[in-house]
């Protein structure tokens, strides 16, 4: 039930991009996008439906593919305040749950 | 209105001792979710409730834990006979329905539990 995401952790210097990916060995209705800082609450970013759309917001972009039961999150141009550990939700088809992921630790520098 | 609150922020406790943790969800929120994080790790469901409907335990992780939620407002995570394992931070969720994008997670600042 767990999704998978890659890497576990990424380090980067400011401006550069980054992709995150989660997969799920089960059927998806939607992908949720979460992020969360040290000491913090994870925080929303951005939910992706069945039907293979791409989401941006600001320059952060998702993209979800239903038949390989994957989303990537696109970071580009990262500045330091995208530092945290983002999670994938999966919801998978008929089912009222959400599972998330290990996590990936994105640290970006000066 | 306000977010997700939860208390206490932290708590220590001694092994063996039971303790109870509180969620406030949002306003007209009528689902609310315990997740357990411990350190660098990812976020494990323990326990999910909507609406009247019977809630979903199939995360709790042993017997020692159960939660209650009155009606649609405060829900209580409870911990007996606590063992150095239970150690994590208890984060607590609620969102407006349980499909489509109502049903996004607000997340509270969660419960930093200590078993020593």
């Known amino acids: 039930q767990q999704p998978v995401q890659s890497p576990q952790a990424v380090i980067l210097r400011e401006g550069e991009d980054a992709v995150i990916n989660c997969s799920s060995s089960?059927?998806?209705?939607?992908v949720h996008w979460y992020r969360q800082k040290h000491g913090e609450a994870p925080i929303f970013l951005m939910i992706l439906l069945k039907g293979g759309e791409q989401k941006g917001h600001d320059k952060i972009s998702a993209s979800f593919n239903e038949k390989k039961q994957q989303s990537s999150l696109y970071l580009t141009a990262s500045q330091l305040s995208y530092s945290g550990t983002y999670f994938c939700g999966t919801l998978e088809t008929g089912a009222n749950n959400l599972f998330f992921g290990t996590g990936t630790r994105l640290t970006v520098i000066p | 209105g306000a977010g997700v609150s939860q208390s206490p922020s932290n708590k220590v406790t001694e092994k063996g001792k039971d303790v109870e943790l509180r969620c406030d969800p949002i306003s007209g929120h009528t689902a609310l979710y315990w997740y357990r994080q411990r350190l660098g790790q990812g976020l494990e469901f323990l326990i999910y409730?909507?609406?009247?409907?019977?809630?979903?335990k199939s995360g709790l992780p042993s017997d020692r834990f159960s939660a209650e939620r009155t009606g649609e407002s405060v829900s209580t995570l409870t911990i007996q006979r606590t063992q150095q394992e239970d150690s994590a931070v208890y984060l607590c969720a609620s969102s407006l329905g349980t499909s489509g994008p109502i049903f996004v997670r607000y997340f509270g600042p969660g419960t930093r539990l200590t078993v020593l």
């Open positions: 089960k059927a998806l209705y939607s």
């Open positions: 409730f909507q609406g009247n409907s019977a809630p979903d």
